[in-house]
DNA sequence: CATTTGACTAATTAATTTAAAAAGTCAGGA
DNA sequence: TCCTGACTTTTTAAATTAATTAGTCAAATG
């Protein structure tokens, strides 16, 4: 009888593979190196996850449904309609960084984006964001203090605007391997600026 | 005596090349191939430019500087704030979709941009592009339709967010050669919503 | 029986070489 | 001055090879 059992185990070498992923990146990070931090051997992996894939989506689906249930958790605490808009763009920016060299939902991600199981986790938690960010609205948009707009397409389009940020100061900016801590302010900056007048452009007058 | 000046010719290189490079890109069209197309020789064409870059560099200028001033026209013409900016966005998105395969502004373009003399040359039709977008906002500010915001601030941000639409459209859902002229379709839309928002935001209650 | 492993094969990826294509030159002709 | 065919040089693509990594399995351990 082993101290573990198979499902802490497998967190562990979720954790494991996590660290190595967000540093190094899922295509620059072997199964060796993931067994070497264990101490256990690759065959042992194996045992626990049939292939790397496997592995590289236990660690992806951590990660997004972290994503998005702090995103979830911020705006759900936040108090007026603003800074909760301000919040989950912070959270939004933050994972990005974090995860940077996973280049998750990106063009060229390093998770297989092309795997169902990853279509369908990655589809429902996107639904499940534009649901609570549309919630956010109806609630303030209850209270009197929002337009009446539609609130799932208001939703889509402030995700739109704020991704269409990250891409575009990414892809136009970032020239080197790594981008700069700046250059995460600055995206920072253009966010809070463009939710600025998306909260005037919804507010009733 | 020859019947066209060099500047004349050097036109019809340039208007040759651009329909080669806007249906194929720059890097799948060869100097021998656009001197086919006018019917004169490889070297002639080495008569007018002195390498490639120059051509491409010509051609570049010329749609850009089209980009800007067809910008500017449908602004100055605009008779109501809002019209304007739906104006200057479909602008863009013409021109986008025009001249895709050459991926102007693009991460990967096929354009030098590392050129010093694009750079300078890209540098100032933004810096243009800029000032009239601002004079716009300036324009219905000073008439009291808009709040009194800061106007190349605010112009750059509609700026920032037309452009990240753009780019996440394309990267994020264009995986063939070619996008669907129901993607650029669905752009346009988006860019209708986000400004729409946007104008309500910027404008006095 | 559940778990682990070293030693193995199969599949990918990176590096190197080779062949093809395209850029760019030039002496000479109209 | 303008143009060209024939040429050289440079870049890009294809093919070959070498190296790395994913994935397997029979045997061992406890």
Redesign the interface.
């Known amino acids: 009888m082993s101290s573990t059992s198979v499902d802490q185990k497998q967190e562990q070498i979720v954790e494991a593979a996590l660290k190595r992923f967000s540093h190094f990146g899922v295509a620059k990070t072997t199964m060796s190196e993931i067994a070497e931090d264990l101490s256990i051997s690759k065959a042992s992996l194996y045992y626990y996850f049939p292939d790397k894939t496997a592995l590289v989506l236990s660690v992806g689906e951590n990660i997004l449904t972290d994503f998005i249930n702090e995103q979830q958790f911020v705006l759900e605490k936040s108090k007026d309609f603003e800074s909760g808009i301000y919040d989950i763009s912070d959270v939004r920016i933050s994972f990005g960084q974090k995860y940077f060299m996973m280049h998750i939902?990106d063009?060229q991600s390093d998770i297989n984006t092309s795997d169902p199981k990853f279509k369908v986790l990655l589809e429902g938690l996107k639904a499940k964001e534009l649901q609570f960010i549309a919630a956010h609205i109806q609630r303030f948009q209850d209270s009197g203090f929002l337009k009446p707009v539609n609130t799932l397409?208001?939703a889509q389009?402030l995700i739109?605007?704020l991704?269409?940020?990250?891409?575009?100061e990414i892809?136009?900016h970032h020239k080197s391997l790594f981008p700069s801590e700046q250059l995460f302010e600055k995206i920072k900056t253009?966010c809070k600026?463009?939710i600025?007048?998306?909260?005037?452009?919804?507010k009733s007058?």
Do not use: A
């Open positions: 939902g063009v397409e208001t389009v739109d605007m991704v269409g940020i990250w891409i575009c892809h136009v253009k600026c463009v600025s007048i998306f909260c005037d452009g919804i007058n």
